[in-house]
């Protein structure tokens, strides 16, 4: 079967494979502890687009990988995302009260349990992403840990207040958004049985689209309105947050994930290559999505 | 080399070049984001007695495997307990001030980044127990999730001042203590190239000493005194948590106690037969062990 064409096809193809998976990974809410379970369930559905799935679903294609057999993984990426917003949300950390429009973990279930699902859903990414081997586990981890995402919440929380920098918002975006985006595309990849090859201009497509979705989120909050984003705007803005606007104006930020996109359609290109002998060739598909990164703005 | 047989004379053997490894997983303290890796050394080092790493070893050894190629999950085995610590005595959680006779990770270094610190410890136990391949990986995550370790932190925050009940008292230690301990045999079994069999006569002596030990620990409160255990004794009580002494009382609880050991030592002779042919019958070592668990009492 061709693979589609463009990043919103895909999508359409496989979201629904992807929320089966997740139903299956998530413990039935009538098993005990049924409150934990409950909540995981509360915070994982509905959910987003599901990109980070989407995404090791693509780097799976692009090494000529079946899609079917990284499912497990790649909804494990949005398991590890997931926990990641739920920790957060957390009062000692952003206090946030919305979510997807609806109010967060903590405002449901209470501060503990809350902490305790995001421990499970984390817990459980790593269940899911085992059966793709030792090497995508350790992708993942080192991805999400200090050294990745974790780290990246940690600086986050320092510069809350300080003066905008440009190399520390770069810093910080990589960590707490980019890193788990390019381990997306590499854990699937790595999952889906295909060629084993230098995944080199996979991992700096994935840093390309990583670092523009984080400059357009940073975007957002400026421009958007809290029906679009499920959020009120403006919070980045109150809390002294690291941003790109913040640094370097709304303009510049704009022209940057512009820049990134270019970058990554470059890569795309190259990425495309790589399975032209078998499939069509996945490059227009690639581009597609590294500008469905920035498509937010509009 | 033969094995040691008592459990103290392996421990004497294993704790250092667990501490070794231990060091070499944690990012140095002078990486960035320098204050998260002080945070994780500082709950790390000085450690306990390191008891799960040494199960690990202990079920590698009882395959027939290689303890040093073990070293690396049984270390993260060690960081995942210590991350359950740290996000168990949050104010959130259990509101502990001093955790092995130091303040705790929040007291030191706030809320935010206790809990950050916990999940980067989580995350990195996962990244050291990869080498051990997926099984491995999946036994850890379920031992530790929502149908294990975390699961049972849920239960027993749920159960706190509930009428104290044997059943609510065995599944809570079973899932918050026992998953863990048991879990700690079988990765090492798996990790080491031992041979590969049914290893259910390891997960049931782990469950048994797991059980064990929980019960030792909920007497220990009642019977300890600060500075043996690192933090206040009573604890339990005036939280009103589920404990063995308080469903059964102290005479009844030390008695189930011994009885599980009892039984861990009927499985040892049958586990430390498995490596007759090659090595030294493990099976004094694996009784030793047992009665280790529970030698806290004296």
Redesign the interface.
């Known amino acids: 079967m061709p693979q589609p064409d463009t990043f919103s096809a895909f999508a359409a193809r496989w979201q629904e494979p992807v929320e089966a998976r997740l139903r299956r990974l998530l413990?039935p809410t009538d098993?005990?502890?049924a409150?934990?379970?409950e909540a995981?369930h509360y915070v994982m559905f509905p959910g987003g687009k599901r990109l980070r799935p989407l995404l090791a679903l693509l780097g799976c294609a692009a090494t000529g990988g079946d899609p079917e057999r990284a499912l497990g993984p790649a909804a494990g990426l949005e398991l590890l995302h997931t926990?990641s917003l739920v920790?957060d949300d957390?009062p000692?950390?952003d206090d946030d009260e919305l979510r997807r429009g609806r109010p967060t973990c903590h405002k449901v279930y209470?501060?503990?349990?809350a902490?305790?699902c995001?421990?499970?859903l984390?817990?459980?990414a790593?269940?899911a992403?085992?059966?793709?081997?030792?090497?995508a586990?350790?992708v993942?981890?080192?991805a999400?840990?200090?050294?990745g995402m974790?780290?990246g919440?940690?600086?986050d929380?320092?510069a809350e207040g300080a003066e905008p920098d440009l190399a520390a918002v770069e810093?910080i975006h990589d960590h707490k958004t980019g890193a788990l985006i390019r381990a997306s595309l590499l854990v699937g990849a790595l999952a889906g049985g295909g060629a084993t090859r230098d995944l080199g201009p996979l991992a700096e497509f994935g840093q390309c689209i990583g670092r523009a979705f984080q400059i357009a989120d940073d975007c957002l909050d400026v421009t958007g309105n809290q029906q679009d984003l499920g959020k009120r705007p403006g919070q980045d803005e109150a809390a002294r947050k690291s941003t790109y606007p913040a640094a370097i104006g709304l303009s510049a930020s704009l022209q940057a994930a512009h820049a990134l996109v270019g970058r990554a359609e470059e890569l795309a290109t190259e990425i495309g290559s790589w399975t032209a002998g078998g499939l069509e060739s996945l490059s227009p598909l690639l581009r597609d999505a590294a500008r469905f990164t920035v498509s937010r703005f509009s």
Do not use: C, K, N
Not at 110 to 113: C, D, I, T
């Open positions: 413990p098993t005990p502890p409150r934990l379970h995981m926990y920790h957390l000692a950390m209470g501060e503990a349990l902490i305790l995001g421990d499970a984390l817990t459980l790593f269940e992403v085992a059966p793709a081997g030792a090497e586990v350790r993942l981890a080192e999400a840990g200090s050294r974790v780290g919440q940690v600086a929380l320092a810093w």
